[in-house]
């Protein structure tokens, strides 16, 4: 388990560059930001997967494909096109802050899931989590930049609502697939994974290309960085990030991967203050230590359930060696 939450903190390290990157380009649309990630993803994943791509497309079946297609549009293109328009209308703090809600949601969407908690053993982590979630959204209003258009805000604040919902679903889905699923390693779902997202950023792109007017040139855009940038966050983000978390959703029970997804909103946090050249304020110092105390309190409270019995410490949902894939068929079934 304790490396699974290790390796969930790796992910939200990787994973809190994607809040910073548009701001970087806000010259460029969340279409434009989402095809150039996910195409760079899919070349990498298409070179990961070459030397044993026949043989391993010869084992997925239909359910496999459907999966990966779900997962590609729900985790990775719908949720940044809409990540990356909540950053351009409502700011960098808003959208960390409700896209920061994750945790709750999963938790409560994952209550009834093989290894979960009870949700009165959480509720206490829990409120910490929404006390420090609560000191984010104060401090935002508080320190506002320019004001931007009441509408521009609502769309900004709507879409990354919709980011929430959308990798909620799709990390609760993602864990349940990959533990009834124990033949992939999270390796070669992830590198899967990745191909598929290529290949719709792909169809995306180019319909977009075809149908769409074209944009002027101007010194705003600037496409060396715009690929720079694109090409680190497919290679952080989404090849090192993702199977880092394919690991850690394999080795902790759903309740406490909902609580690993705030490392991802401590290190969007972090990299801000670091762009900005600025440290926390007093109420993001509050919630960052808030945030790490839920965290902390909630892997101490799944650690005692793990110990408490033999049997759920062999338990296949905690691990993802090879070894126990007869286990695993057994839990499946």
Wanted: net charge neutral; with cysteine; hydrophobic share 55%.
């Amino acid at each position: 388990m304790w490396i699974g939450v290790l390796c969930g903190l790796l992910a939200g390290a990787m994973w809190g560059l994607v809040f910073i990157v548009p701001e970087m380009l806000g010259a460029f649309s969340p279409l434009e930001l989402a095809v150039g990630r996910y195409l760079a993803y899919g070349a990498m994943a298409f070179a990961l997967l070459l030397p044993r791509l026949k043989s391993l497309f010869a084992t997925l079946v239909p359910a496999d494909y459907a999966a990966l297609v779900r997962h590609a549009l729900a985790g990775n293109i719908v949720y940044y096109m809409l990540l990356a328009a909540g950053v351009k209308y409502a700011g960098l703090a808003p959208t960390s802050l409700i896209i920061g809600m994750v945790p709750v949601v999963v938790t409560l969407l994952g209550r009834k899931d093989h290894g979960a908690l009870p949700l009165r053993r959480l509720a206490l982590p829990l409120l910490l989590v929404a006390a420090g979630i609560a000191c984010i959204n104060v401090d935002s209003f508080l320190h506002a930049g320019p004001a931007a258009s009441a509408g521009e805000i609502a769309l900004g604040v709507a879409c990354a609502a919709g980011a929430l919902l959308c990798w909620s679903w799709y990390a609760l889905d993602n864990a349940r697939y990959l533990k009834r699923n124990p033949q992939f390693s999270s390796a070669q779902w992830s590198a899967l994974y990745g191909l598929s997202t290529g290949v719709i950023a792909l169809l995306i792109g180019a319909a977009s290309w075809l149908f769409s007017e074209p944009v002027p040139a101007t010194p705003a855009r600037d496409w060396q960085l715009f690929w720079t940038c694109n090409a680190l966050l497919a290679l952080g983000a989404s090849v090192i990030g993702n199977q880092l978390w394919n690991v850690a959703s394999r080795r902790v029970a759903v309740t406490l991967s909902g609580q690993l997804i705030l490392f991802e909103t401590l290190f969007a946090l972090l990299y801000g203050f670091l762009y900005r050249a600025q440290g926390p304020r007093a109420l993001e110092l509050a919630a960052i230590v808030l945030l790490v105390a839920g965290v902390t309190w909630s892997v101490h409270a799944h650690a005692g359930k793990r110990d408490a019995s033999g049997r759920e410490a062999l338990d296949p949902d905690f691990a993802e060696d090879d070894g126990m894939a007869g286990a695993a068929h057994r839990h499946q079934t």
